[in-house]
C-alpha cells in the first residue's frame, strides 16, 4: 500500500479534548477496522465499523463510516495521555477483500 | 485467546547477510501476514499465506522470501540484509484476509 511510504500525521492536543481522526479509501469496503498501536507494541484492534452502519461507539470512542463519501472518522471524548498512541484504519478492499491499512496517525496527548 | 510469538526481539546482522525471523500464532488462524515498519511511517505488507504452504506476495516482497511451514508458523527471510537498515517487522494473523488481525510485538533488525 503506498500509505506504508507515507509519513505519519501528527496531531498534539491537550488533555480533555476531543479529537478527530479521518480516514478516506478508493474502492468499495464491506468494513473499517480502526486500530492502536502502542510505543513498542504491534497495532490492536479497538473499534470496527461495517457498511451497514452508519456510526459505532465504545466508551470514549466513536467511529462513523459514510460509504458515499468513501470515509470514516475515528473521535475520541475528551482525551487522556493514555490515548496518546498511533492510529490506523484499515478497510477490506480488492478483489479478495484484503484488510488493507491506511495512513496512520500519531496522537500525542498533552496534560 | 490467542498469542503471536516473534523471535528474535532484536536482530543485528552485517550487511549481505541472510537473516531469517519467526513467527508462532496460537489463534488456529488460516491467515498470517508480514509487514514492515520504518520509523516514523505506517505499515508496507511483504508477503501473506492463507494457509499452509501458501504464499502470497505484497508490496514490497523484493529482498525477501518467507515459509509457511505449518498453520501455526510463518518465517520470513531477509536475502541480503541491506547497510544501514533499520526497522520493525510485524507479524499478525487472522481467520480470513478480511477479519481482524492480531499482531505480534514485532522484530527490530539493525544492519551495520
Known amino acids: 500500500s503506498q500509505w506504508g511510504e507515507e509519513n505519519l500525521q501528527a496531531l498534539s492536543i491537550q488533555e480533555g479534548e476531543d479529537v478527530t481522526m479521518n480516514c478516506s479509501y478508493k474502492?468499495?469496503?464491506?468494513?473499517v477496522h480502526w486500530y492502536r498501536q502502542d510505543s513498542g507494541r504491534g497495532p490492536a484492534l479497538i473499534i470496527l465499523i461495517r457498511s451497514n452502519e452508519r456510526e459505532k461507539r465504545s466508551g470514549r470512542l466513536r467511529a462513523t463510516l459514510d460509504t458515499s463519501s468513501q470515509s470514516s472518522s475515528l473521535s475520541i471524548t475528551a482525551a487522556q495521555c493514555e490515548d496518546t498512541a498511533v492510529y490506523f484504519c484499515?478497510?477490506?478492499?480488492?478483489?479478495?477483500?484484503?484488510?488493507?491499512f491506511g495512513q496512520g496517525t500519531v496522537l500525542s496527548v498533552i496534560p | 485467546g490467542g498469542i503471536i510469538t516473534q523471535t528474535p526481539k532484536f536482530l543485528i546482522g552485517q550487511e549481505g547477510q541472510k537473516l531469517t525471523l519467526k513467527c508462532q500464532q496460537n489463534?488456529?488462524?488460516?491467515?498470517m501476514y508480514w509487514y514492515r515498519q520504518d520509523s516514523g511511517k505506517g505499515l508496507r505488507l511483504i508477503y501473506y499465506?492463507?494457509?499452509?504452504?501458501?504464499?502470497q506476495k505484497g508490496d514490497l516482497s523484493e529482498g525477501y522470501d518467507a515459509s509457511r511451514e505449518k498453520k501455526s508458523s510463518f518465517s520470513l527471510t531477509v536475502t541480503s540484509a541491506q547497510k544501514n537498515e533499520m526497522a520493525v517487522f510485524l507479524c499478525?494473523?487472522?481467520?480470513?484476509?478480511?477479519?481482524?488481525?492480531?499482531f505480534g510485538p514485532g522484530t527490530r533488525l539493525l544492519v551495520l
Open positions: 484499515a478497510t477490506a478492499t480488492g478483489g479478495n477483500n484484503k484488510l488493507t
Open positions: 499465506s492463507i494457509t499452509e504452504n501458501d504464499l
Open positions: 474502492t468499495y469496503t464491506t468494513v
Open positions: 489463534f488456529n488462524h488460516d491467515t
Open positions: 499478525a494473523s487472522s481467520n480470513r484476509v478480511q477479519d481482524t488481525q492480531y
